[in-house]
């Protein structure tokens, strides 16, 4: 039986081209730290890497957003993502967690239709 749920990446990869087509400024931090390397994972941390930061910052509305990707089903929050979410959320930073592509874009639209 094979998994027919779309992977977090893939998610991501279809909510960023939505994204762009909609002409919306975002960025994602590269924050993998994925390294066989410890000279690799030496070097990240003493540039500020840190774990848990979300996946996709937006500009809406003049506002920074913050949006944690996730699988449809099964992703869930890891404790330093939802510490980062929780800081950000008091720094007056909105965040969304989006299970999925859809999730994400029903977010976004929601708040252009405030606009």
Same mark, same amino acid.
């Given at each position: 039986?094979?998994?027919?749920?779309?992977?977090?990446?893939?998610?991501?990869?279809?909510?960023?081209?939505?994204?762009?087509?909609?002409?919306?400024?975002?960025?994602?931090?590269?924050?993998?730290?994925?390294?066989?390397?410890?000279?690799?994972?030496?070097? $990240?941390?003493?540039?500020? &890497?840190?774990? %848990?930061?979300?996946?996709?910052?937006?500009?809406? *509305?003049?506002? =920074?957003?913050? @949006?944690?990707?996730?699988?449809?089903?099964?992703?869930?929050?890891?404790?330093?993502?939802?510490?980062?979410?929780?800081?950000?959320?008091?720094? $007056?930073?909105?965040?969304? &967690?989006?299970? %999925?592509?859809?999730?994400?874009?029903?977010?976004? *639209?929601?708040? =252009?239709?405030? @606009?």
């Amino acid at each position: 039986m094979t998994n027919t749920i779309p992977s977090e990446e893939i998610e991501q990869i279809n909510f960023v081209q939505y994204l762009s087509l909609k002409g919306i400024d975002f960025w994602h931090t590269p924050n993998s730290t994925f390294s066989k390397h410890w000279s690799v994972k030496t070097r $990240n941390k003493r540039l500020g &890497v840190q774990a %848990g930061i979300p996946d996709l910052f937006l500009i809406l *509305e003049g506002k =920074l957003h913050g @949006i944690e990707m996730k699988r449809t089903k099964g992703g869930i929050l890891s404790a330093s993502q939802k510490e980062w979410l929780d800081k950000l959320e008091k720094a $007056n930073i909105p965040t969304y &967690v989006a299970k %999925g592509c859809d999730e994400a874009v029903s977010y976004v *639209e929601n708040i =252009l239709k405030k @606009i």
